[in-house]
């Protein structure tokens, strides 16, 4: 089966700790994001790569990095600089050539820090 | 993508039709208009997107008036499972490499039994 997986489902830290987000398609998708969503709440866009080795700073990348050696991975890592980083985040993928709604989500990852 | 508004929420009940209205008042020539949905906790899909007077699908229907300001979502007969948040986007159609989805805070349906 084809799709978006997301790992771990549920992540708890103890605040001033790095934790590092899992995202991995099968889909052959050239373009990755990363979205927070707080409760109650829109998606806003943390960072997004069109391309393996490339990527881009959305709206609230602040506090975050990313990285993309794989066209297959776009691992999310929030860093203690991130100061409020409890909330739900889910990764995205569009196929190649895709338009800005053919965007496919994961399950998404809830992050609450202790 | 256009800026958009749409009600916070809304309660129906099993077998009714529920309707949505999202307003966009600066849409753009070229652009459409985008539905998605999102149960708790997952992420968001795609459902229905169209430009003008109406498309229908498997789940929703959407009604664009002639001046494309506003756009209502009617899904027919909503069950339990309806529940969810429903969410208007604006934007032109065609590649739009690295470009981002803007989701205000969309609408809250809850569907009772």
């Known amino acids: 089966d084809g799709g978006i997986t997301q790992s771990p489902k549920y992540l708890f830290r103890k605040e001033g700790q790095n934790v590092t987000l899992s995202c991995e398609q099968n889909?052959?998708?050239?373009?990755m994001y990363w979205y927070r969503q707080d409760p109650g709440q829109g998606l806003r866009l943390i960072y997004y790569?069109?391309?393996?080795?490339?990527?881009q700073k959305g709206d609230i990348a602040e506090g975050y990095s990313v990285s993309r050696e794989k066209k297959e991975s776009f691992p999310l890592t929030v860093t203690s600089a991130q100061k409020n980083p409890t909330a739900f985040y889910l990764c995205a993928s569009t196929p190649t050539g895709g338009a800005w709604y053919e965007q496919f989500f994961g399950p998404g990852t809830r992050l609450t820090v202790l | 993508l256009a800026k958009t508004t749409q009600p916070i929420s809304m309660d129906s009940y099993e077998g009714q039709e529920v309707n949505i209205t999202c307003s966009h008042n600066n849409i753009a020539t070229n652009d459409y208009i985008t539905w998605y949905q999102q149960f708790p906790s997952q992420g968001p899909r795609f459902i229905i997107q169209g430009y003008k007077t109406k498309v229908t699908n498997e789940v929703a229907s959407l009604f664009i008036p002639a001046d494309r300001k506003s756009s209502t979502l009617s899904l027919p007969r909503v069950s339990l499972s309806d529940t969810a948040v429903y969410y208007c986007?604006?934007?032109?159609?065609?590649?739009?490499?690295?470009?981002?989805?803007?989701f205000g805070g969309g609408t809250r349906v809850l569907v009772k039994p």
């Open positions: 986007l604006v934007g032109p159609r065609g590649r739009a490499a690295g470009n981002k989805l803007t």
């Open positions: 790569s069109q391309i393996v080795n490339d990527f």
């Open positions: 889909l052959n998708h050239d373009a």
